[in-house]
């Protein structure tokens, strides 16, 4: 019973993990293209 | 209870691929983290020889033993080899290897992307490396890829871009997944403030590395557009401004200087008070000044090009914020050295390299402060100052403590101990050397001898010899450093789960080698608390 809250909060914690992961990948993603915009 | 934690284990054991499927296939962290560690360590043979053969030429003036252009090529190619290749998998070994152990974490957050953020620099590498061989040969306009020179390279071009690009996108992956980690994966009673500083200063290196990496990517994608596509962004018969590249390239490399050391710091934190057997002095003033290092470090990067000419309000701002700089650095060291005040030191491979690196790595902040000031770095701008300024830094600096961090985890990482006295050779060799090598290049840069160049004026010779004759034996002596761990990993007296008297930390729960899964179920609260000083 313990093991598997473990596993769920795991799972948890993994998706929250992909929320993050999201949210940097966007961040880098529009400071990459935002020197584009800026210099055309 | 136990049958539920060691599911995902027994499943492992029963379908886990063997042999080399192993090892593309993997997921897990510590094998990741092998692979960077070990792909870092072959790019550090290559760049080394690349050195060596730098340093040959330069062994005596007039042209010897490579044509300008290879010899211009060898620069470029050490440069980018050893930071993206050497220096920057390096670190992401160390924290593939450790975070999630420190944090109480099973693994890291996103492991399939972990296996793609290593699998792509294999890659890239074999694309940057393949230009050594092309008509034209490889890049030769400097690691800094300045316009209009880098555009003039041949077929190579192309093949660098993507390979900077491939590069980067492993970069800010390996950085997204560490914060991502970090943030969500921490076990129960894992507070920030509790964190090891290794993981602290891993965490301001990764969005670092979110924040400076796209900028590069940027920059060299509009290179590769000026050169194909027909755009002049830094073209100025087209109205754009080969100064902007400059500013680019150095809002992201200056960025990159810290993403270098900041993790370097972190290794030194752990090593100190481990030997010194006292807690860390001012853990908390030392998250902060790695943070303030890190902001510091996006608003000084036109000391890079002081000498392009701007105005005397911008030359004062990046002087003043540079030499700020030292101000946080300084806090760290004198924390580094209150840690052992009075403690009870030992002296084992792993604090030797550590004291070095304290000691050698303030001589390089020292050089780096007198090129902050802008009088100054109009006389020592591209000068071999400069050469032994920068290697003061990444080498007596990070690589000393990437060698440091490597005896110190070896035997966590492989369950047996390293040869000592081969480890202790290993460390006076190149302690002595490296300094044989660098020191010297102050001289010839105040003297006048300018960077990149295969030939130099008969003034610079004798000096030019004592450094290349230091570059032979630091070279020879990494050879010890392959021994002693090849040596270790194959066997060797068993280490402990704690290894060393003074070790505090989670990893050092775990036993040595630790389980291929490691904290399926987090640590008790308890144990952290205890793990902790």
Not at chain 2, 76 to 90: D, E, K, R, Y
Request: glycine residues 8%; contains cysteine.
């Amino acid at each position: 019973m313990i093991g598997r809250m473990a596993m769920s909060r795991q799972d948890e914690q993994r998706k929250a993990a992909v929320r993050t992961a999201i949210v940097l990948a966007l961040v880098a993603l529009v400071f990459y293209l935002s020197f584009f915009v800026s210099k055309f | 209870m136990s049958e539920a934690a060691a599911h995902p284990d027994a499943h492992h054991a029963h379908h886990a691929p063997t042999g080399i499927k192993r090892w593309l296939v993997t997921t897990n962290h510590k094998d990741i983290g092998t692979m960077y560690l070990v792909f870092s360590l072959i790019m550090f043979f290559i760049g080394g020889s690349m050195a060596m053969i730098i340093r040959l030429e330069l062994f005596q003036p007039g042209l010897q033993w490579v044509n300008p252009q290879f010899f211009n090529s060898m620069t470029t190619m050490h440069a980018l080899v050893m930071i993206f290749g050497a220096v920057m998998p390096a670190w992401t070994g160390f924290a593939n290897w450790l975070i999630p152990m420190m944090i109480g974490a099973p693994d890291m957050a996103l492991p399939r992307l972990n296996n793609w953020s290593f699998w792509i620099l294999p890659f890239a590498f074999t694309l940057l490396l393949s230009t050594l061989f092309m008509p034209g040969g490889g890049p030769a306009g400097g690691w800094t890829m300045y316009p209009p020179l880098t555009l003039q390279l041949g077929d190579a071009f192309p093949f660098l871009i993507f390979a900077v690009h491939f590069m980067g996108a492993s970069s800010i992956a390996g950085a997204i997944n560490i914060i991502a980690t970090v943030f969500n994966m921490r076990a129960p009673g894992m507070t920030l403030m509790k964190l090891p500083l290794f993981v602290w200063t891993w965490i301001i290196t990764a969005f670092l590395l979110i924040a400076s990496i796209p900028v590069l990517a940027g920059a060299v994608t509009m290179l590769l557009t000026d050169k194909f596509f027909g755009t002049s962004f830094f073209s100025a018969a087209g109205g754009g401004d080969p100064v902007m590249f400059q500013h680019l390239f150095w809002f992201f490399g200056h960025p990159e200087v810290y993403i270098l050391i900041l993790p370097a710091f972190g290794i030194a934190s752990a090593i100190i008070p481990t030997f010194a057997r006292k807690p860390l002095f001012g853990y908390s003033s030392m998250v902060y000044a790695a943070a303030s290092i890190a902001f510091l470090s996006f608003i000084v990067w036109a000391h890079h090009m002081f000498t392009v000419g701007m105005p005397l309000a911008g030359e004062l701002f990046f002087m003043y914020a540079t030499v700020l700089i030292a101000v946080p650095t300084g806090v760290k060291v004198f924390n580094w050295i209150a840690t052992m005040w009075q403690g009870s030191l030992t002296f084992e491979t792993p604090m030797l390299f550590a004291i070095a690196f304290v000691v050698l790595f303030t001589i390089g902040g020292f050089s780096g402060l007198m090129l902050g000031i802008t009088p100054i770095d109009f006389q020592y701008h591209d000068t071999y100052f400069v050469v032994a300024h920068f290697h003061y830094v990444l080498v007596t600096g990070a690589v000393f403590a990437l060698m440091a961090g490597t005896y110190f985890w070896l035997p966590k990482w492989t369950g047996h101990m390293y040869d000592e006295k081969l480890g202790k050779l290993h460390f006076w060799l190149s302690t002595i050397s490296v300094n044989v090598l660098f020191f010297p290049q102050h001289f010839l840069g105040l003297a006048g001898m300018p960077r990149r160049i295969p030939d130099y004026a008969v003034q610079f010779a004798d000096w030019n010899m004592v450094s290349s004759i230091g570059g032979f034996v630091f070279g020879a002596s990494q050879i010890l450093f392959v021994i002693g761990i090849v040596k270790c990993v194959r066997g060797g007296q068993k280490a402990t789960a704690q290894v060393w008297e003074g070790a505090h930390g989670l990893e050092w729960t775990l036993s040595s080698p630790p389980p291929y899964h490691s904290f399926s179920t987090p640590p008790a609260p308890a144990t952290i608390e205890g793990g902790m000083r």
